[in-house]
């Protein structure tokens, strides 16, 4: 059974750092694209960042832009993104994400393959 696990989440202060890992089940992912996904309450699922299967694209929202790196190491199959300079605003439920693709974009529908979010609180 496909599974991608996301875990790293928890309460920090602004301008401390966290790194989120989703490890995924199945050799076969080493083939898609990835991309990290965050839910705040009362507002809809906002694209954070993509990684083409290769790790050689990369893709960020303007609004962590500098801030956040996207990478992965397909050996252990595993995602990873690294948070700098956290914000209040970065308050999120964050999920890691997999396209049945070896690119994709910034849509969730594009992504076939989610885990079961991870919560990130930043506090001022």
């Known amino acids: 059974q496909v599974q991608l696990v996301d875990s790293g989440g928890g309460l920090v202060q602004a301008g401390d750092s966290l790194r989120l890992s989703c490890a995924a089940s199945g050799r076969t992912f080493i083939n898609y694209a990835m991309a990290w996904f965050r839910q705040a309450p009362g507002k809809e699922r906002e694209f954070v960042a993509s990684?083409?299967?290769?790790?050689?694209?990369?893709y960020y929202a303007d609004s962590v832009k500098g801030r956040f790196t996207i990478s992965r190491d397909n050996a252990k199959i595993t995602l990873y993104l690294s948070m700098n300079s956290l914000k209040p605003e970065d308050t999120a439920v964050y999920y890691c994400a997999g396209a049945r693709a070896p690119s994709s974009d910034g849509d969730f529908r594009s992504y076939t393959y989610w885990g079961r979010g991870t919560q990130v609180t930043v506090s001022s």
């Open positions: 990684i083409n299967w290769s790790g050689g694209e990369k």
